[in-house]
């Protein structure tokens, strides 16, 4: 017991992860998806999990072992001038860009939260303050001060969430059901809640911050168990997480006629059901999930812009401070405008995300498998066998991913 203890004061690169990939657009995904579905696409969400687990883990063992984030190894990789292009040109529109637009949505998301229990100061203006916040953490150049708190968040949004998951008595056997027995509802906007659950869980922007972060906590190849604990331990608690947010919405409203669009609207229509408390617990939940989401982002995005260009990886490092600084600067000034993010600029990062995920987990397959670089680190036949199954997968919902964004685009040019 003593030694999992030790192990648990360990924890803090997949907490980085884990309050990465739990976003306001995971909390509000899953809400849609419990008051629409009920429990039938809980096991969208423990698929997710699992592949979450097993990407991290190959890149959180790849940080310790060769002290490069992915970036860096990506980089290093294509010697032919027109594949290293593409590998830039693809990771700066899927992370850099990609983060921009989200993390408009990360401080809104944040406010919202706080908004829903404090609604005399507007989101216009618990945004830029949330955004000011983060720059300032980010600004301090202290990886352990932002590990810290988002290890400390990630802890609120496991009591918040998952109490209230309890506390609203859900069906014990419905969830079971839900978790085991794959089922997709004979819709088109059931197949996008699980596009949805896995694309925002399952992500490419946590593969290079892990792998960077690492390395900011261990620099020796044997901690590689130390690293698979934390990896393992942070990502269940998230899906978990998720799962806590789906029962609550399925539970309070599945089949009660009350539509619930978001996270914000979920908060204020738990207090008539579960009194006022749900309410402060699921907007503080909220407030977590975006602000932790509106750090971890930028964060994600100077890893793997400095690692794909070269540019030296250190969180005091000017060009690495230039990229999250844009991106926390369009976040503060969107959400003081009151505008979410630009849905053209969404929709290109979710489709470029949609691309350079498959192709992501493809090279850390290979990069796994290389003996010379990784020794005995390198992937068993297991860990094969399981990403090429995720990997199969990630495919699919990447191709079905892709037609969603091209019938997107045509409706928004009619």
Same mark, same amino acid.
């Given at each position: 017991?003593?030694k999992f203890t030790?192990?648990?004061k360990e !924890?803090?690169? %997949? *907490? &980085?992860?884990?309050?990465?990939? =739990?976003g306001?657009?995971? $909390?509000?995904t899953?809400?849609?998806?419990?008051?629409s579905?009920?429990?039938t696409?809980?096991?969208?969400?423990?698929?997710?999990t699992v592949?979450?687990?097993?990407?991290?883990e190959?890149?959180?063992?790849?940080?310790?072992?060769?002290?490069?984030?992915?970036?860096?190894?990506?980089?290093?990789q294509?010697?032919?001038p027109a594949?290293?292009?593409?590998a830039?040109v693809?990771?700066?529109?899927a992370?850099?860009?990609?983060?921009?637009a989200?993390?408009?949505?990360? !401080?809104?998301? %944040? *406010? &919202?939260?706080?908004?829903s229990? =404090?609604?005399?100061?507007? $989101?216009q203006?618990w945004?830029?303050?949330l955004?000011?916040?983060a720059f300032?953490?980010?600004?301090s150049?202290?990886?352990?001060?932002?590990?810290?708190?988002l290890v400390?968040l990630v802890?609120?949004?496991?009591v918040t969430?998952?109490?209230?998951?309890?506390?609203?008595?859900p069906?014990?056997?419905?969830?079971?059901?839900g978790l085991?027995?794959?089922?997709?509802?004979n819709?088109?906007?059931?197949?996008?809640?699980?596009?949805?659950l896995?694309g925002t869980?399952v992500v490419?922007y946590n593969?290079f911050?892990?792998?960077s972060?690492?390395?900011?906590?261990?620099?020796?190849?044997?901690?590689?168990?130390t690293?698979?604990t934390?990896?393992?331990?942070?990502i269940?608690?998230?899906?978990?997480?998720?799962?806590?947010?789906?029962i609550?919405a399925?539970?309070?409203?599945?089949?009660?006629?009350t539509e619930i669009?978001?996270?914000?609207?979920m908060?204020?229509?738990?207090e008539p059901?579960m009194?006022t408390w749900?309410?402060?617990?699921?907007a503080i939940?909220l407030?977590?999930a975006?602000f932790?989401?509106?750090?971890t982002?930028?964060?994600?995005a100077a890893?793997?812009?400095?690692g794909?260009?070269?540019w030296?990886?250190?969180?005091?490092?000017?060009?690495?401070?230039?990229?999250?600084?844009?991106i926390?600067?369009?976040?503060i000034i969107?959400s003081?405008?009151?505008q979410?993010?630009?849905?053209?600029?969404?929709?290109f990062?979710?489709?470029?995300?949609?691309?350079i995920?498959?192709?992501?987990?493809?090279?850390?397959?290979?990069?796994l498998?290389?003996?010379?670089?990784m020794?005995?680190?390198?992937?068993?036949?297991?860990?094969?066998?399981m990403?090429?199954l995720?990997?199969?997968v990630?495919?699919?919902?990447?191709?079905?991913?892709?037609?969603l964004?091209?019938?997107?685009?045509?409706?928004?040019?009619?």
């Amino acid at each position: 017991m003593s030694k999992f203890t030790e192990r648990l004061k360990e !924890i803090g690169p %997949g *907490a &980085l992860v884990a309050a990465a990939f =739990i976003g306001p657009g995971t $909390v509000t995904t899953c809400t849609v998806s419990g008051a629409s579905f009920g429990y039938t696409l809980l096991w969208a969400m423990l698929f997710s999990t699992v592949a979450t687990i097993i990407f991290q883990e190959m890149s959180a063992r790849l940080g310790v072992v060769t002290q490069r984030g992915l970036g860096e190894n990506l980089r290093d990789q294509f010697k032919n001038p027109a594949a290293k292009i593409l590998a830039i040109v693809l990771v700066i529109s899927a992370i850099f860009i990609g983060n921009s637009a989200y993390e408009t949505g990360n !401080i809104m998301g %944040g *406010a &919202l939260g706080l908004n829903s229990v =404090i609604p005399a100061i507007s $989101v216009q203006i618990w945004g830029p303050i949330l955004g000011i916040i983060a720059f300032i953490l980010l600004w301090s150049g202290s990886y352990k001060k932002v590990e810290k708190l988002l290890v400390a968040l990630v802890i609120v949004m496991s009591v918040t969430f998952l109490t209230t998951a309890i506390v609203i008595k859900p069906d014990l056997l419905g969830i079971l059901k839900g978790l085991f027995v794959p089922v997709v509802p004979n819709t088109e906007r059931a197949w996008l809640s699980v596009v949805g659950l896995i694309g925002t869980t399952v992500v490419p922007y946590n593969l290079f911050l892990h792998a960077s972060a690492v390395k900011e906590k261990w620099n020796n190849p044997e901690q590689v168990k130390t690293a698979r604990t934390d990896t393992i331990i942070s990502i269940a608690l998230g899906g978990l997480i998720s799962m806590a947010i789906i029962i609550t919405a399925s539970a309070a409203f599945y089949g009660s006629g009350t539509e619930i669009k978001n996270a914000g609207q979920m908060a204020v229509q738990l207090e008539p059901l579960m009194g006022t408390w749900a309410k402060w617990f699921f907007a503080i939940g909220l407030f977590a999930a975006g602000f932790s989401s509106a750090i971890t982002a930028p964060l994600a995005a100077a890893f793997a812009t400095s690692g794909i260009l070269g540019w030296k990886i250190d969180l005091k490092d000017n060009r690495f401070k230039g990229v999250w600084i844009i991106i926390i600067a369009i976040g503060i000034i969107l959400s003081a405008l009151g505008q979410s993010s630009p849905v053209q600029v969404i929709l290109f990062a979710q489709a470029a995300n949609a691309i350079i995920l498959p192709i992501i987990a493809i090279y850390l397959m290979f990069v796994l498998n290389n003996k010379e670089k990784m020794g005995k680190y390198a992937n068993n036949t297991v860990t094969n066998i399981m990403a090429v199954l995720v990997i199969l997968v990630t495919i699919v919902i990447s191709y079905r991913s892709l037609l969603l964004f091209v019938e997107q685009v045509k409706s928004m040019l009619k």
